[in-house]
């Protein structure tokens, strides 16, 4: 059995987790969901802005990926790319694995009423890295969470990858030169 890795690339309050949740909930397979948010948690608060432990967290994370992947699970990866260094490690690591890049994405103003909402997230950080998200990384499908369903988007990405060879992934192997 080869692992199903749909890998799930958003700002901050893009609707990421939930819709990863709503996949969990509505496909026939099983899928572990790593969430970004839950790597960062392991730091203390001290440490978030440092990027040597940013760095660490992500690079760990990309190394789990790897990890339940060689053991054949499903991955649900929440994840937010906005440096090369990152996308690069990604798909150096995991190579092997076919992942399906899929983009989250969101008006601008239901992000920032999220952010405020959630009343963890420093206002503004969305707008930040929206400028940044699309600059490393080729998607096979954008979803939309500004006006359809977690459910819905759920479903649509289900059914997407039931009928769709991963094609992201092989373009930035070539972009990035990868050895394969």
């Given at each position: 059995?080869?692992s199903k890795?749909?890998?799930?690339n958003?700002?901050s309050?893009?609707?990421?987790?939930?819709?990863?949740?709503?996949?969990?909930?509505?496909?026939?397979?099983?899928?572990?969901?790593?969430g970004l948010?839950?790597?960062?948690e392991?730091?203390?608060?001290?440490?978030?802005g440092?990027?040597?432990y940013?760095?660490m967290?992500?690079?760990?994370?990309?190394?789990l990926?790897y990890?339940l992947?060689?053991?054949?699970?499903?991955?649900?990866?929440?994840?937010?790319i906005?440096?090369?260094?990152?996308?690069?490690?990604?798909?150096t690591?995991?190579?092997?694995?076919e992942?399906?890049?899929i983009?989250?994405?969101?008006?601008?103003?239901?992000?920032?009423k999220?952010?405020?909402?959630?009343?963890?997230r420093?206002?503004g950080?969305?707008?930040i890295?929206r400028?940044?998200?699309?600059?490393y990384?080729d998607?096979d499908?954008?979803?939309?969470?500004t006006?359809?369903?977690?459910?819905?988007?759920a479903?649509t990405?289900?059914?997407?990858?039931s009928?769709?060879?991963p094609?992201?992934?092989?373009?930035?192997?070539q972009?990035?030169k990868?050895?394969?």
């Amino acid at each position: 059995m080869k692992s199903k890795i749909i890998l799930l690339n958003g700002v901050s309050s893009s609707g990421k987790t939930t819709v990863g949740k709503a996949i969990q909930n509505l496909s026939d397979d099983t899928y572990f969901l790593l969430g970004l948010d839950t790597t960062f948690e392991m730091l203390p608060e001290k440490s978030k802005g440092d990027l040597k432990y940013v760095d660490m967290a992500l690079s760990n994370l990309h190394k789990l990926i790897y990890n339940l992947a060689k053991d054949e699970a499903n991955l649900i990866v929440d994840h937010l790319i906005v440096r090369e260094e990152e996308i690069r490690e990604l798909i150096t690591l995991n190579k092997e694995f076919e992942i399906y890049f899929i983009k989250i994405d969101c008006d601008l103003q239901i992000i920032n009423k999220r952010e405020i909402e959630r009343g963890n997230r420093k206002i503004g950080l969305a707008e930040i890295q929206r400028k940044k998200i699309d600059k490393y990384v080729d998607y096979d499908l954008t979803i939309d969470t500004t006006i359809f369903s977690p459910e819905t988007n759920a479903q649509t990405i289900i059914q997407f990858i039931s009928n769709n060879e991963p094609k992201a992934m092989k373009k930035m192997v070539q972009r990035y030169k990868i050895q394969v």
